[in-house]
């Protein structure tokens, strides 16, 4: 069986796409009542349908479904089936919990909503990780240095190792071994990432915090695509760009891709 | 208002009672089949009505209801609306994100399932924590030092303020502001635990890893309930005492609370 990271390289490559579109559907950001779930639905899948074949992997959040709660993560199954089975599709729950809750969030997230890979929280250690990355066709993104203004809080103390975050670098390539493992670190932390690099080549980072919280793609980009691939996710400036309409939402898709293009091929 | 760590002391006193019940419900301990959501429904029930007047407080872990997806968050919501209002109930949830997402937690957490307070990843920082303590009848138990073998991973690691936890339970003790904030402590630590006492003196501590996870009761308990109050959770050890049966389920409930009595009137 190929693993995670060997499918999503093939894919990037394939695609000549480094572009992770984020499914982070609000209300707020539609401009409709709180109570529409049906309105939520349908916009998801115009984003899907406007960015099909743009994208290399969608990532929802699960926050924006588990909101509405039962309806909500019905919600959400009825996007992962929507995605297909072709589509490399990232559930974005930042998880991290003890080795039993673990298999449990494991199940949930591979088995039951059938993502192909998981963003998780390291504050637990490697048991709490090791759950999700036995089946080798399925893949972790590690938060590693996030995207936040705050993210320094704890992600930046200095240790014998160095920052924090480097440690959880490390950490990420040892545990490796499936060829499943990669790295959230934020478009916002360009310096940050050239470090992480240096730490961990050749794991696939998934880089956030391009479009509405402000990171600059060429400098994240080239950062994260040195001696290794890097992949972008850029989730409210196209799921709501200009009149929300597909063609609006795909024309910015299509922007996105094409700049990362011509850097990829700089 | 009453804030919520008031509410929780006032409750303690009150049941004289530190006993929290985890809602940790699998059909692999019940030895049922997988597909029968019916038998751990009735089975959370059951040990919710063989422990309510025993417990200060009940904690369902999240990961136990989303494995199921749109039907376990289903059993989710009617468990919550079995626990009712009088009952405070912590959701395990172990959330952290961006704060535009976390106000996405925040609306599930509180708004939507209704949870009294939950327990928060600290790894990304202040601002994906502020959400969730902006009401101060709503509260939250930031993980700090868990229970598991690796916690030590990252929770350990030496920073110019000690170690990593001490960072976070000095960052807890700021964020107070509302007394609404508490700690997440293992069991298994008790050292870390009279530390972190140490810095946080008055922040409510809920200790896990008691019973399954082999934490020593007395030492946990007298650790935590010194300069502050603590209520120790317990779940396997509760849920699936003996025969199953709701008179196993709440002669064991029972010898915890009184243990706990005991330590405390000691």
């Given at each position: 069986m190929q693993s995670f990271n060997s499918r999503l390289i093939a894919k990037i490559t394939a695609?000549?796409?480094?572009?992770?579109?984020?499914?982070?559907?609000?209300?707020?950001?539609?401009?409709?009542?709180?109570?529409?779930?049906?309105?939520?639905?349908?916009?998801?899948?115009?984003?899907?349908?406007?960015?099909?074949?743009?994208?290399?992997?969608?990532?929802?959040?699960?926050?924006?479904f588990e909101r509405w709660g039962s309806e909500g993560f019905r919600w959400l199954e009825e996007t992962m089936e929507y995605l297909g089975s072709d589509?490399?599709?990232?559930?974005?729950?930042?998880?991290?919990?003890?080795?039993?809750?673990?298999?449990?969030?494991?199940?949930?997230?591979?088995d039951h909503f059938g993502f192909d890979a998981v963003t998780i929280n390291p504050y637990l250690g490697r048991d709490s990780i090791l759950p999700f990355i036995e089946d080798q066709t399925k893949g972790i993104f590690i938060l590693c240095r996030t995207s936040n203004p705050s993210a320094g809080d704890l992600q930046d103390q200095v240790t014998k190792d160095g920052p924090l975050y480097a440690r959880v670098a490390g950490m990420a390539l040892d545990l490796n071994q499936n060829d499943n493992v990669g790295l959230v670190v934020g478009a916002t932390a360009p310096d940050e990432?050239?470090?992480?690099?240096?730490?961990?080549?050749?794991?696939?980072?998934?880089?956030?915090?391009?479009?509405?919280?402000?990171?600059?793609?060429?400098?994240?980009?080239?950062?994260?695509?040195?001696n290794g691939q890097a992949i972008i996710n850029v989730s409210r400036a196209i799921s709501f760009a200009g009149?929300?309409?597909?063609?609006?939402?795909?024309?910015?898709?299509?922007?996105?891709?094409?700049?990362?293009?011509?850097?990829?091929?700089?």
């Open positions: 695609a000549d796409s480094h572009l992770c579109v984020g499914l982070d559907i609000s209300p707020e950001k539609l401009g409709i009542s709180n109570t529409n779930l049906e309105a939520l639905i349908n916009h998801t899948k115009l984003v899907i349908d406007a960015t099909r074949d743009l994208a290399v992997a969608f990532k929802p959040n699960l926050a924006f589509a490399i599709v990232i559930g974005d729950a930042k998880r991290g919990d003890i080795g039993n809750t673990a298999r449990q969030y494991r199940a949930s997230l591979f990432i050239e470090t992480i690099r240096k730490i961990a080549p050749g794991l696939p980072f998934l880089i956030p915090g391009i479009g509405a919280q402000g990171g600059d793609l060429a400098e994240a980009f080239n950062a994260g695509n040195r009149d929300l309409s597909r063609s609006s939402i795909r024309r910015t898709a299509r922007d996105y891709r094409d700049k990362m293009r011509e850097l990829n091929h700089d």
